[in-house]
């Protein structure tokens, strides 16, 4: 169970990042890492369990996606979502933001169901398919005015999941840690192909955590190719560089 300290943490460093975080979303934050830590126990949804860290690492660091700029009432996919980084606590916190959790893999959709049910968060769906053909579903194609991804793969590979996903005069948005001028390089070129403007990075850091972050974007300014998304795992066996 999370202690006191737990919600110390998330309501200091959240006023430090200028987001102001009531007591239902703290308590809901706080049976959400419950959640978290229980079913960690019997499958592998993340190597962080301790209170500090699942605060500052997993629940703040996904509040910096709102640094990407989320208007009201947006639509919004987290592609590679696994336990729920960053859509949860994006819909915890921006309950006027719709919310859709994508995994391929389904004992952790049956996660996620399960916090969503608990929760009561009628602003989120989890869905189970991959990627790939989820992009080629009219029900998602360019469908989301936000597509975002953190620790799913690098930058070219991310940007080929996202960018269908999301509707002209929409945005990619690829969660990066150090790495991230290094990449922003490397996708450059999928990103133009498949109608995004030039990527531009957004600097973002969390109270006492020295690692490096930075919201890589890219706005939808044309469709994406039908030729695209490739067919599953080409993406990451032959990215666009």
């Not at 005015?145 to 960018?163: G, H, K, N, S």
Request: proline share 5%.
């Amino acid at each position: 169970m999370m202690t006191e300290r737990f919600t110390d943490i998330l309501r200091v460093c959240a006023e430090a990042l200028h987001i102001d975080l009531t007591d239902r979303e703290l308590a809901r934050f706080t049976k959400y890492a419950d959640l978290l830590v229980e079913w960690n126990a019997k499958i592998n949804l993340t190597a962080i369990t301790e209170d500090e860290d699942i605060a500052k690492k997993h629940i703040l660091d996904s509040l910096t996606v709102l640094e990407a700029g989320i208007k009201e009432d947006a639509a919004v996919i987290d592609v590679g979502t696994g336990a729920g980084f960053p859509g949860l606590p994006l819909a915890i916190h921006r309950e006027d933001v719709e919310v859709t959790l994508l995994d391929s893999l389904n004992k952790r959709v049956n996660f996620l169901q399960a916090v969503i049910d608990t929760l009561e968060l009628p602003n989120v769906r989890a869905v189970h398919a991959r990627a790939e053909e989820a992009a080629r579903d009219g029900a998602h194609r360019e469908r989301y005015d936000v597509a975002v991804a953190r620790a799913v793969a690098r930058a070219p590979v991310v940007f080929e999941y996202l960018l269908p996903f999301a509707k002209v005069g929409g945005k990619a948005v690829a969660m990066k840690g150090k790495s991230a001028d290094e990449e922003r390089e490397e996708a450059a070129k999928v990103v133009r192909t498949l109608g995004g403007a030039p990527i531009r990075a957004v600097p973002v850091r969390i109270p006492t955590l020295d690692d490096a972050r930075t919201l890589l974007i890219a706005e939808k300014t044309s469709k994406t190719p039908k030729t695209y998304p490739r067919k599953a795992g080409t993406a990451s066996r032959s990215p666009i560089v």
